[in-house]
């Protein structure tokens, strides 16, 4: 009786090493390539989102004769009423702005705070929900005298700081927390200038800086303009009253108020450029 030829053998263990250190080499090779590119479209989902704000704002300030949503004041109220969300965000919905998600940025790890409470937009613990804040410099200064800004333009409006990704990203103090919410507070969502919300209570608190996006976060210019910045420079370098290269761009809280602020002249953005309100 013949013998069947070309009889198929099995791998060796040798050639079954060799496959698995090739498939471990690719997966090496492939990976950060991939979480470049799941970073990158999420940074791009962010920056849609800005720039959907960005229109937002610009209708309500076609609306309203320039001005920019200001947050109201919030009044005392008794205990049997809940207290009222008055940040500026609430004032562009739905008109200028239907789809609260537009301020859920993909990469933001408490955004689903946002998700879950979309519906009930006047509750005040919802203001520190967004992914998003406010420059509240031309907010909050001189009682909103910056804030009509088709008035009060600064210098240089397209390098001007108006709407960025807002931490923290991860808990604060919690002796800083609100009751109400779970989460970071993030100031009822306005950028503040300097190194946490209120630098003069002697508590710690981690920054609003993040480095949500692999290296940084994005920022919305008054102009609409949305640009990608690195923000782990910012970080390493102790906050200041005063920089040369801020100053020398125009900032005003360089050259007149001298107040600790960060500075993003590095990528010639500034906080305000321009008229300063009366005194």
């Known amino acids: 009786m013949s013998h069947p030829t070309g009889i198929r053998r099995g791998y060796t263990l040798i050639e079954l090493l060799v496959v698995i250190a090739l498939?471990?080499?690719l997966i090496a090779i492939l990976t950060p390539s991939l979480k470049r590119s799941m970073d990158l479209a999420t940074s791009t989902v962010c920056q849609y989102n800005l720039r959907e704000i960005g229109h937002g704002l610009m209708e309500y300030r076609i609306e309203n004769d320039g001005w920019l949503p200001l947050p109201d004041e919030v009044s005392a109220v008794a205990s049997s009423r809940p207290t009222?969300?008055?940040s500026w965000f609430v004032k562009l919905f739905p008109t200028y702005m239907p789809d609260p998600l537009t301020l859920m940025c993909p990469d933001?790890?408490?955004?689903?705070?946002l998700a879950d409470d979309q519906s009930h937009l006047t509750d005040a613990a919802v203001a520190e929900f967004p992914s998003y804040g406010l420059n509240s410099f031309i907010i909050g200064v001189g009682g909103g005298y910056l804030a009509h800004v088709d008035r009060k333009q600064p210098t240089r409006p397209h390098d001007t700081i108006l709407v960025a990704d807002l931490g923290p990203d991860r808990m604060n103090n919690p002796r800083r927390s609100r009751p109400s919410s779970f989460g970071p507070t993030r100031n009822g969502s306005l950028m503040?200038?300097?190194d946490g919300f209120?630098?003069?209570s002697g508590l710690p608190a981690n920054p609003w800086v993040t480095m949500r996006h692999h290296d940084g976060i994005n920022m919305l210019t008054l102009?609409?303009?949305?640009?990608h910045v690195r923000t782990e420079p910012v970080l390493r370098t102790p906050i200041r009253r005063f920089y040369d290269d801020c100053a020398a761009g125009g900032c005003t809280l360089c050259r007149y108020f001298k107040v600790f602020h960060y500075s993003f002249a590095k990528e010639h953005l500034y906080w305000w450029t321009g008229p300063l309100p009366p005194k």
């Not at 933001?108 to 705070?113: N, S």
């Not at 102009?223 to 640009?227: D, I, N």
Request: charged share 15%; net charge neutral; glycine share 18%.
């Open 223 to 227: 102009t609409g303009g949305v640009r």
């Open 23 to 25: 498939i471990g080499l």
């Open 192 to 194: 503040m200038w300097n």
């Open 84 to 86: 009222t969300n008055t």
């Open 108 to 113: 933001d790890p408490f955004g689903y705070r």
């Open 198 to 200: 209120d630098p003069f």
